[in-house]
């Protein structure tokens, strides 16, 4: 499919069961955003539509009108604080699905910015919580391809020369780690041993290594980030394969 009609494809996105219905163009119009990222062109092969043109998203359905407008407008439309409607988003559901969908906050109009300190904070937990579940993804995910090290750098700003252009060498992972490029330095500064507990709570095994690397200016500073887990047993993965019957 040329670019052209590609980006005229009409497409359905069914949100927990509401569908909306869109120009794969409104969502490509902000490339650094979720669906601006999933629906561009280099990734048109990866996506798995189903009846043709509809994309199942596991996400709050009545919010995401509020997402839907930010693509068709460029503005979010607040929900008031004051409507007490069972129907009606609150501000704190909307936060989350602002965080998850990636939709830049210099994008809300200044009006916006209004939110309470205890929305703030929610805020933040929210991307705190997302964080450590990318990294516990991401551990997952270097494992099914044979590595037991998870080895990645956050800089508190972006080198001078030399820019990473990957935060990972493995793209799925480099896609799970890329919204906390700019976050993930400060969060493993504010919370390094919260953050080690939790995973290791889920991964007891686990060895982690934390070192703040620092550098002569204008290199930034950062952290690296191991965490390695117990070694493969060959045997034990020769037992469940195939390759068994041969040996």
Known sequence: ?????????????????????????TLTAYPDTLLGTMFQQRNHALLHPTNNNEYFIDRNGRAFHYILEFYRTGEILWPSYEDNDNE?????????ELDYFQIP??????DNYNISAEEEYKLLAIKLDG???ALLESIHLARQNYQNILHVKFYDRLPAKDVPKMIHSQPDIDKLLK??????????EMFPKPIEYHIKSFLPDIRWSLDKRYKYEPEPTYFDLKIIGSVFDKNEVLKYSSLNKNL
């Open 105 to 110: 906050m210099k994008e809300m109009s200044p």
């Open 88 to 96: 009606t988003i609150t501000r704190k559901e909307l936060l989350k």
């Open 131 to 133: 964080f450590v579940k």
């Open 179 to 188: 919204p906390y490029v700019a976050s993930g330095y400060f969060m493993l």
């Open 1 to 25: 499919m040329g670019d052209y009609n590609l980006n005229k494809e009409r497409i359905i996105l069914n949100v927990g069961g509401i569908k909306y219905e869109t120009y794969r163009s």
